[in-house]
Structures are given as C-alpha cells and as structure tokens.
C-alpha cells in the first residue's frame, strides 16, 4: 500500500469538494437574502396604519382608558 498514492488525493478532493459545496450554499443563501431585502416590503412600511387604527388598538390593548379614547377621538375627528 502507498501512503501518499491515490488514498490522499481522495480525501483532499473529498476536503475541496465540501469547501465548494458550502461556498455554493452561501451563495444561494446570499442571493435568497439580497431578492428578500430588495423584492420583499414589509407589510407595515406597504400600509402604515392611521392615527385613529392606533388609537384603537391601544384603547384594546388597555394602554388607555374609555376617557382618555373618547377624548383624543374626538380629536382626531375635529
């Protein structure tokens, strides 16, 4: 048997065979994340919601009180 014949060269293509495969990956990840970032809006900055959708949903979550909502609708309405 030989120590430096075929049985090394294998395991170094199987060593550059991995770090190409993984270079690949990384560059499919990439390109996932660049078409994500350019293509894909966020759903808030499409639609930003309107003082009185967040007056609302801050009287539902108990952040204000039938007051305080009453009170700024109203002015919201003048």
């Given at each position: 048997m ?45 639609s ?23 009170r ?7």
């Open positions: 030989c120590v430096n014949g075929m049985g090394g060269m294998t395991s170094w293509m199987v060593v550059w065979g991995l770090f190409g495969l993984a270079v690949v990956a990384l560059a499919a990840l990439g390109g996932v994340w660049l078409a994500r970032r350019t293509f894909g809006a966020a759903p808030e900055a499409a930003p919601e309107s003082p009185k959708e967040i007056l609302r949903r801050r009287y539902a979550a108990g952040d204000l009180d039938e007051d305080e909502y009453l700024r609708r109203a002015g919201l309405l003048e």
